[in-house]
């Protein structure tokens, strides 16, 4: 018999060896009574699905759809759901999902691609528009009312271990040269696959046991694709509220711009190239995009400072955590400098309220990601008096001390002078509201990542943003890769409350990803990933992000500019920060 730890509850209960999760839980559920119906769990801290076996003494965590692991587990088995119902309906159509938005994943969808679509497509190419049959509402229906069939016949997911090289010979078999790529340069000896119904395809993490599990979800066309719908992450028993993103839609298409310049679709591709030792030409070619969008960005700029009506004369420049705002701000100043103007920048942080009238959180921690936590009034006064030529004391934050000092920095604006002001808060409409938004140029800035693995497994933008960050705390001493994961969820819960609404009224955005990045960091957060002890709750999204980053071939970091965004995560920058 095994004994078998609940976490959920901390008790211990007595199981025969195989067990199931499925079997564990059933005798844990009236115990434990977790409010959203249970679709996986952690095993040691890893996450599984809920056919795994048990076969030694472990500690089971049971997760529902609300928790990262759990809602991630949701999701991927509902995209197997609507792949599956997309080949039902429409025999030999492609999907690929690609990125999330507007709360929902975004996936490119064509009934009936032509040869050169497809082809096309595999290689990065850009298909003309209408090219492969686009959908209509009425398409979307039948798609629909199929995958609520998949779901109403409880079709079970069921998983099969092979070797790699067998998993190969089925995927290259059916067409998947994506999946064939991706499993040939993977470096593993076996491969797990999944299948439903008669429909096989890949998948880099667990599904819930079968198809009912998945009861809420939604499917409607945006754009010239599909928006696949999910549940809320704070209630999975509703579907997330949409949002309207017409502009990171644009951004995303600009991405995938990108990536057929340079010839990737997905992370085979990339370690395709590596291997063929063009990965100097991958980083170059990506710097050399990021360059020519800050100077397209630079330019605009100075055509509104020059206009003869309400001329621009304040840059406000935002972004959530590691999205490379400071080099961004850098780098921008100097095209600004080569078009003749003078930027000048400008801290927020120099307008924090006292540290004794920071704003707290319930558990009594400060909100240092409140906007209350700026003195936004005295800061937009300054504004307004620089921009009517006064000159202005400008105070000087103590952090030592918690508080705000002046002690004679005094600033005049030239006729040549434009303000750049970055911040969490910098699109925050409280933060200037007295000043036109005709005299503001708004720059939104994220990392958008901008390769998958295969066509059905993206990975998560903040997934790129979380190893930038722990890479950097990590470098800079500042905290452990467990720290900085256990406090990952609070940043990404003031992103949202702080940084995302206001997204949307950027002049501009500019993805900060680099097409060849994931391989560049694997070198470094490999090791540091490692070093988070098993026994953690950590443990857990170290394991993961360890996962997918192996999939990766590894590159030094030796061909990365100093002047590149990438820098100022794994070190080496120019700049001084």
């Known amino acids: 018999m095994l004994q078998i730890r609940c976490k959920n509850n901390n008790v211990t209960k007595s199981f025969p060896e195989g067990a199931s999760l499925l079997d564990v839980y059933q005798e844990f559920a009236e115990e434990i009574k977790l409010p959203y119906p249970v679709v996986s769990a952690k095993v040691n801290n890893v996450s599984q699905g809920l056919k795994f ?60 691609p032509t040869a050169g679509w497809v082809e096309g497509r595999l290689q990065g190419k850009n298909p003309s528009k209408g090219e492969g049959n686009q959908i209509s509402d009425e398409d979307v229906e039948r798609i629909k009312k199929r995958m609520q069939e998949i779901i109403d016949l409880d079709m079970p997911f069921r998983r099969t271990e092979s070797t790699t090289e067998e998993a190969i010979r089925i995927f290259g078999e059916r067409g998947f040269a994506d999946k064939v790529k991706l499993l040939e340069t993977s470096g593993q000896a076996y491969t797990y696959y999944y299948t439903l119904g008669d429909t096989i395809d890949y998948y880099y993490g667990p599904l819930v046991p079968s198809a009912s599990y998945l009861k809420v979800w939604g499917l409607e066309r945006y754009e010239e694709g599909l928006l696949l719908r999910v549940p809320d992450w704070n209630d999975p028993t509703r579907l997330a509220e949409k949002v309207d993103q017409p502009k990171t839609f644009e951004m995303f298409a600009e991405k995938t711009h990108w990536d057929i310049i340079m010839r990737l679709s997905n992370a085979g591709d990339v370690n395709k190239a590596i291997m063929r030792g063009h990965a100097s030409e991958l980083i170059q070619v990506s710097e050399a995009l990021q360059e020519k969008k800050i100077v397209q960005i630079a330019e605009e700029v100075d055509r509104r400072f020059h206009q003869e009506k309400n001329p621009v004369r304040i840059v406000l420049i935002t972004g959530p955590s590691s999205s490379g705002k400071t080099t961004f701000c850098k780098r921008l100043s100097v095209q600004l400098l080569a078009c003749g103007l003078r930027p000048v920048s400008f801290s927020t942080d120099d307008y924090f309220v006292n540290r004794v009238d920071t704003p707290k959180l319930p558990n009594g921690d400060y909100d240092f990601d409140n906007i209350e936590t700026v003195e936004y009034s005295l800061l937009e006064d300054h504004l307004l008096r620089l921009m009517q030529g006064e000159r202005v004391e400008i105070p000087e934050y103590n952090f030592v001390t918690g508080k705000r000092e002046y002690n004679g920095k005094k600033l005049k604006l030239a006729g040549d002078t434009v303000l750049i002001i970055e911040g969490i808060h910098a699109l925050n409409p409280l933060l200037t509201k007295k000043i036109p938004d005709s005299l503001k140029y708004k720059i939104y800035i994220s990392a958008l990542t901008s390769i998958s693995l295969d066509d059905h497994n993206w990975i ?26 256990s406090q990952w969820k609070n ?8 940084i995302f609404p206001y997204q949307e009224t950027a002049d501009v955005m500019f993805n900060s990803a680099l097409n060849i990045e994931f391989a560049v960091l694997r070198t470094h957060a490999e090791i540091i990933l490692t070093s988070v002890p098993k026994n953690c709750p950590e443990y857990s999204e170290a394991h993961r992000l360890l996962k997918f ?29």
């Not at 990125?99 to 009936?112: A, D, I, T, W």
């Not at 940043?491 to 702080?498: G, K, P």
Request: charged share 25%; proline share 4%; with cysteine.
């Open 53 to 112: 076996r048990l076969f030694q003494n472990r500690d089971v965590e049971f997760m529902d759809a609300s928790e990262g692991s759990g809602h991630r587990v949701y999701v991927r088995s509902l995209s197997f759901v609507l792949y599956k119902a997309t080949q039902d309906v429409f025999p030999g159509s492609k999907l690929f999902i690609e990125h999330s938005l507007s709360r929902g994943y975004y996936c490119n969808f064509k009934k009936k």
């Open 460 to 485: 998560p933008v903040r997934d790129n943003r979380l190893l930038r960050r722990i890479i950097r705390d990590y470098n800079k001493g500042a905290f452990t890769a467990q720290q900085t994961i």
């Open 491 to 498: 940043v990404l819960a003031a992103e949202d409350q702080w």
């Open 549 to 577: 980053l192996r999939y990766f071939i590894p590159i030094s970091d030796k061909e990365i500019p100093p002047t590149s965004i990438m820098r100022e995560f794994v070190g080496g920058s120019s700049f001084k920060f």
